[in-house]
Nanobody
Framework: QLQLVESGGGLVQPGGSLRLSCAAS????????IGWFRQASGKEREGVSC????????YSAASVKGRFTISRDNAKNTVYLQMNSLKPEDTAVYYC??????????????????WGQGTQVTVSS
């Protein structure tokens, strides 16, 4: 069974950068759409960025477009989320998930068949 583990979270100042990693074990990520989701305190979880397992196409929420970049390295069985120009409103627990949905559907429906445990990102001065 596919297992996902996120890493790379932490405390960063506004305007800073972080790179999150989502490492898979138990199965290959090939063919899965992988998404990054986040949940801020007191808010619903939302889709941030998703990447296709078939053609590499991506979908990103308007709030992060131009600042966050999702990528995958199938050889390393890992998906990354490069986050630049971070803002305090990006503070949340970030989760990665895998599914067989298209990237836009996965992100908009906040759906995953497999989920990681999450990593905290805090943007504060």
């Amino acid at each position: 069974q596919l297992q996902l583990v996120e890493s790379g979270g932490g405390l960063v100042q506004p305007g800073g950068s972080l790179r999150l990693s989502c490492a898979a074990s138990g199965s290959t990520l090939d063919g899965y759409s992988i998404g990054w989701f986040r949940q801020a305190s007191g808010k619903e979880r939302e889709g941030v960025s998703c990447i296709s397992g078939s053609d590499g196409s991506t979908y990103s929420a308007a709030s992060v477009k131009g600042r966050f970049t999702i990528s995958r390295d199938n050889a390393k069985n890992t998906v990354y989320l490069q986050m630049n120009s971070l803002k305090p409103e990006d503070t949340a627990v970030y989760y990665c998930a895998a599914s067989d949905l298209t990237v836009q559907t996965m992100c908009l429906m906040d759906y995953g068949d497999y989920w990681g445990q999450g990593t905290q990102v805090t943007v504060s001065s």
